[in-house]
C-alpha cells in the first residue's frame, strides 16, 4: 500500500530559468536602403549644386599637395585624403566630395548598428539612421571636404567599440577602441575630449576593472602609434595647435558668450535633441541599461 502511494505521488517538475529574449537581429535591408539614400542624397547634390569648392577645401587640397607627414602643423588625414582623392577621379568636385560623403554614410550605418547593440529592434534602428540622414549638423559635415565629418566617424567608432566592451567583449574590441582614437588623432585634436571622456567614465562605472587587465593599456599605444604623426609633428613645430586655438578665440569666438555656444549645440541638432534627451533617460532609468552607462 505504502509502495502504490510512493508511486502515485508525482515528482515536481524541475525549474528552469526562463530564457532571455533573442537579441534583435541588424536591419540589413534598412541599413543598406537609408546609406543608398544617403550616399545618393549627397552625389546629387555635387551633381546639381550651382557651387564650386569651399575656400577651406582649397587649403587642404593645397596641403595635400605638400606632404611632410612627419612634420605638419596640422593632423594629416585629410590631406592624405586629398591625395588620393585627387589620384583616384581627378581634380573634379566629386574628387574632393566622395570621401566625405563615404564617411558620412558609414557613420549613418554605424548609428543603425549601435541602436541594435543596445537592444533596438528594426524601428529603433530605422529611427537611429532616420535621425542621422535629416540632421542638418550630419548632412553639413558630409557635403564638404574637411576634418569634421571624419572627427564625428571616430568618435562613433569609439562608442561602438565602448559599448561591445560594456558587453564583456575583450581583447580585439579594445584595439578597435584605440583604433579610432588613432584615426581622430590623425583628423583632429577634438579626438582628446572623447579620450578624456571615456577615461572619466571607465573609472566612474564597473568597467574600471578592466583597468587589471593589458587590453587597455594595448589601446591606448596603439592610439599614440595610429595618431604619431600628428603628434610628432607639434613637437618638432613647438605645438602651432596652440597658436591656431588662441587665434580662433581672439579673432572668430571673442564675440561668442559660453551660454551661445551650449545653446548653438542643440540648435545645430536640431529636434534630434529630443532623441537624444530620450535616450538619456532611458540609459540612467532602465536597470537592464546599467551596464552601457559607460557609453
Not at 536602403?33 to 552625389?43: P, V
Not at 550605418?109 to 540632421?135: D, K, N, P, S, Y
Not at 541599461?289 to 557609453?295: A, C, D
Request: one cysteine or more; glycine letters at 8%; charged letters at 15%.
Amino acid at each position: 500500500m505504502a509502495e502504490e502511494t510512493a508511486k502515485s505521488v508525482p515528482l515536481p517538475l524541475p525549474v528552469t530559468a526562463p530564457e532571455p529574449a533573442p537579441w534583435p537581429r541588424l536591419a540589413l535591408g534598412l541599413v543598406i536602403g537609408f546609406a543608398a539614400i544617403k550616399l545618393l542624397a549627397h552625389f546629387l547634390t555635387v551633381a546639381v549644386t550651382p557651387y564650386g569648392i569651399h575656400r577651406d577645401e582649397f587649403l587642404y587640397l593645397s596641403m595635400g599637395e605638400h606632404l611632410r607627414l612627419w612634420r605638419m602643423d596640422f593632423p594629416p588625414a585629410i590631406a592624405l585624403l586629398a591625395k588620393a582623392a585627387r589620384g583616384l577621379f581627378g581634380d573634379t568636385l566629386f574628387a574632393i566630395r566622395f570621401f566625405p560623403a563615404l564617411a558620412g554614410t558609414c557613420l549613418l550605418v554605424l548609428a543603425g548598428v549601435i541602436a541594435r547593440e543596445l537592444g533596438g529592434a528594426r524601428f529603433a534602428q530605422g529611427l537611429a539612421m532616420f535621425t542621422i540622414l535629416l540632421g542638418a549638423l550630419f548632412l553639413r559635415s558630409a557635403s564638404l571636404f574637411h576634418p569634421v565629418v571624419l572627427d564625428q566617424l571616430c568618435w562613433t567608432l569609439g562608442f561602438l567599440a565602448l559599448i561591445k566592451i560594456a558587453q564583456g567583449s575583450r581583447g580585439r574590441w579594445w584595439l578597435v577602441l584605440g583604433m579610432a582614437g588613432g584615426l581622430g588623432l590623425l583628423t583632429k585634436f577634438s579626438i582628446g575630449f572623447f579620450a578624456l571622456a571615456a577615461l572619466a567614465a571607465i573609472l566612474l562605472t564597473p568597467q574600471r576593472r578592466a583597468l587589471t587587465t593589458p587590453w587597455p593599456y594595448l589601446a591606448v599605444i596603439v592610439a599614440l602609434l595610429v595618431g604619431s604623426p600628428s603628434i610628432i609633428g607639434q613637437v618638432r613645430l613647438d605645438y602651432p595647435v596652440v597658436f591656431n586655438m588662441r587665434d580662433l578665440q581672439n579673432q572668430q569666438l571673442q564675440r561668442i558668450t559660453m551660454s551661445e555656444f551650449f545653446m548653438g549645440q542643440f540648435l545645430m541638432l536640431g529636434p534630434a535633441i529630443l532623441l537624444a534627451g530620450a535616450g538619456l533617460i532611458h540609459l540612467l532609468v532602465n536597470r537592464s541599461m546599467r551596464p552601457y552607462r559607460v557609453v
